[in-house]
């Protein structure tokens, strides 16, 4: 049996912010992050701008996907992620922003820092110091290094290292 390729991911971090913030308001929204239902998969399909088949991703049961969503406003879906527990890290297999935040004339900045965020939160709570892994297309290599402290591996392979990582859990998390 052929081991799959991971997926080279291709998120842009816009912005570190303390929650996520309107780009017209430049109001800042607070933000929860809950696992995926299945009952959210009808608004997020190919057919409404998503990328992914987040639908998949949710049925793999060595994954976890995760929706950002602003606090008291659960119903809309500001981004997702998928996430696996390896032995002594945690690998992101994918992160996407809503399609109304991606682009020039995307609604909020900040979720994809946000989902990275607790990325690493879950891996300081599995006792992984904060190390999280994931593969990244090569123009945005040096991105990830800049906005998020992430080191290459090698090749495309990328880590978040515990200081990085706990520079974006006390950015993001009060608590």
């Known amino acids: 049996m052929k081991?799959?390729?991971?997926?080279?991911?291709?998120?842009?971090?816009?912005?570190?912010?303390?929650?996520?913030?309107?780009?017209i308001s430049g109001d800042s929204f607070e933000t929860e992050?809950?696992?995926?239902?299945?009952?959210?998969?009808?608004?997020i399909t190919k057919k409404s701008g998503w990328n992914f088949n987040w639908k998949e991703e949710l049925a793999d049961n060595k994954k976890e996907v995760f929706k950002l969503t602003?606090?008291?406003?659960?119903?809309?879906?500001?981004?997702?992620?998928?996430?696996?527990?390896?032995s002594d890290h945690v690998y992101m297999h994918l992160l996407e922003n809503?399609?109304?935040?991606?682009?020039?004339?995307?609604?909020?900045?900040?979720?994809?820092?946000?989902?990275?965020?607790?990325?690493?939160?879950v891996s300081f709570q599995q006792g992984f110091n904060g190390f999280i892994a994931f593969t990244a297309k090569?123009?945005?290599?040096?991105?990830?290094?800049?906005?998020?402290?992430?080191?290459?591996?090698?090749?495309?392979?990328?880590?978040?290292p515990t200081?990085?990582?706990?520079?974006?859990v006390d950015k993001y998390f009060k608590s």
């Open 138 to 160: 090569t123009k945005l290599i040096e991105h990830y290094q800049n906005k998020l402290g992430a080191y290459t591996l090698g090749g495309h392979r990328m880590i978040i």
């Open 33 to 43: 992050v809950h696992r995926l239902r299945i009952s959210d998969l009808k608004q």
């Open 163 to 168: 200081d990085a990582a706990q520079v974006l």
């Open 98 to 121: 809503a399609p109304f935040n991606i682009g020039n004339n995307k609604l909020y900045e900040g979720v994809a820092g946000n989902l990275v965020a607790h990325a690493c939160k």
């Open 70 to 86: 602003i606090t008291n406003n659960s119903d809309i879906v500001q981004g997702l992620l998928s996430l696996s527990l390896e």
């Open 3 to 23: 081991t799959p390729q991971p997926i080279e991911l291709d998120f842009i971090v816009d912005r570190l912010t303390n929650s996520i913030q309107n780009t």
